[in-house]
């Protein structure tokens, strides 16, 4: 099994840019397809974004594709997030995910492991 931790959130206004950090313990880091969810109070949890274990295929939302870059170093057992250009619908509590296969899932529900997750506020 494997430990997330989520870093990075915060308060930030419309236009403006934060870079969420997910911190994984253990040694098989590279093994995992990675992912990051978002979801906003009374509503379901959705997809954002995804990495392969390389790190060469992503994959994005529609709503956040132009915006947000997803990446990962693997010496460094961390996930990232670069959120560019942020919006108020962009306001949530952001989850790092972990799948144990090379095969990538854009639903929450498949995901092996989570983070306690980091709130993203971004106001107009």
């Known amino acids: 099994q494997v430990q997330l931790v989520e870093s990075g959130g915060g308060l930030v206004q419309a236009g403006g840019s934060l870079r969420l950090s997910c911190a994984a313990s253990g040694r098989t880091f590279s093994t995992y397809t990675m992912g990051w969810f978002r979801q906003a109070p009374g509503k379901e949890r959705e997809f954002a974004a995804v990495?392969?274990?390389?790190?060469?295929?992503?994959y994005y939302a529609d709503s956040v594709k132009g915006r947000f870059t997803i990446s990962r170093d693997n010496a460094k057992n961390t996930l990232y997030l670069q959120m560019n250009n942020l919006r108020p619908e962009d306001t949530a509590v952001y989850f790092c995910?972990?799948?144990?296969?090379?095969?990538?899932?854009?639903?929450?529900?498949?995901?092996?492991?989570w983070g306690q997750g980091t709130q993203v506020t971004v106001s107009s």
């Open positions: 995910a972990a799948l144990n296969s090379a095969i990538i899932y854009k639903v929450p529900n498949v995901y092996d492991y």
């Open positions: 990495i392969a274990r390389t790190g060469d295929r992503t």
